[in-house]
Nanobody, 122 residues
Framework: QVRLVESGGGSVQAGGSLRLSCAASGTIISVDNMGWYRQAPGKQRELVASIDSAGNTNYVDSVKGRFTISRDNAKNTVDLQMNSLKPEDTADYYC????????????????WGRGTQVTVAS
């Protein structure tokens, strides 16, 4: 199986920065899309940023210009650099990955990390 482990959450003042990291391990042939989602209390989980294996990125409008997603394909890791944090960025952040787990079978399986909490104080 595949395991995703996040790190780097915490509490900061508005305007501060945090860097989230996620490492995928286990039975991995290749990793396609990787991404970061977040869920604030009482709200639905939303996609924050995603990156494919070629490095193409996608961001939700509310974080454009402030957050940067990056990945290391050799290490199966994905990071989220978060700058100019706002109180509305407060949420649990989850790493996701679409993983090929079998040789000669291109089917991708989706996995989630357990989440890391980000709190931004005003």
């Amino acid at each position: 199986q595949v395991r995703l482990v996040e790190s780097g959450g915490g509490s900061v003042q508005a305007g501060g920065s945090l860097r989230l990291s996620c490492a995928a391990s286990g039975t991995i042939i290749s990793v396609d899309n990787m991404g970061w989602y977040r869920q604030a209390p009482g709200k639905q989980r939303e996609l924050v940023a995603s990156i494919d294996s070629a490095g193409n990125t996608n961001y939700v409008d509310s974080v454009k210009g402030r957050f940067t997603i990056s990945r290391d394909n050799a290490k199966n890791t994905v990071d989220l650099q978060m700058n100019s944090l706002k109180p509305e960025d407060t949420a649990d952040y989850y790493c996701s990955a679409a993983v090929q787990i079998k040789y000669r079978d291109p089917h991708l399986v989706g996995y989630w990390g357990r989440g890391t909490q980000v709190t931004v104080a005003s």
